[in-house]
């Protein structure tokens, strides 16, 4: 029962997290790749030899996939894929663990 109401609580760790980025798409300012929000204003910035990689992954993971993908995360338990899915949340280390750097936790 407690791993099951903490894989919930990743869950909803998750849809807050996602629930409070702005829907982005790719662009270009300076010749450079960056993400814009629907006003077109900056959100997300590449510096670096991983520039070109970094902008093509964050074309893919969008706010509507994260979405998507909280909907596979609540179907989960239950079938084969629920170690998956608690294997993923525990990566993520959404309940506060810090990996390698220092974020705010709200």
């Keep these: 029962m407690h791993q099951r109401q903490h894989f919930q609580d990743d869950v909803q760790r998750l849809r807050k997290l ?3 980025t702005p829907r982005w798409n790719p662009a270009e300012v300076d010749g450079r790749p960056v993400m814009v929000d629907g006003t077109g204003q ?3 910035r590449f510096e670096g030899p991983w520039t070109p990689d970094l902008a093509r992954l964050f074309t893919h993971l969008t ?5 998507s993908l909280l ?3 609540e179907a989960a338990p239950g079938t084969a894929a629920q170690g998956h899915a608690v294997n993923f949340l525990k990566a993520l280390c959404l309940d506060g663990r810090a ?3 220092d974020l705010p936790h709200e």
Excluded: S
Excluded at 63 to 67: A, E, I, S, T
């Design 18 to 20: 996602i629930n409070r």
């Design 42 to 44: 900056v959100v997300l």
């Design 63 to 67: 706010h509507d996939v994260g979405l």
């Design 71 to 73: 909907a596979l995360l």
């Design 99 to 101: 990996k390698t750097h």
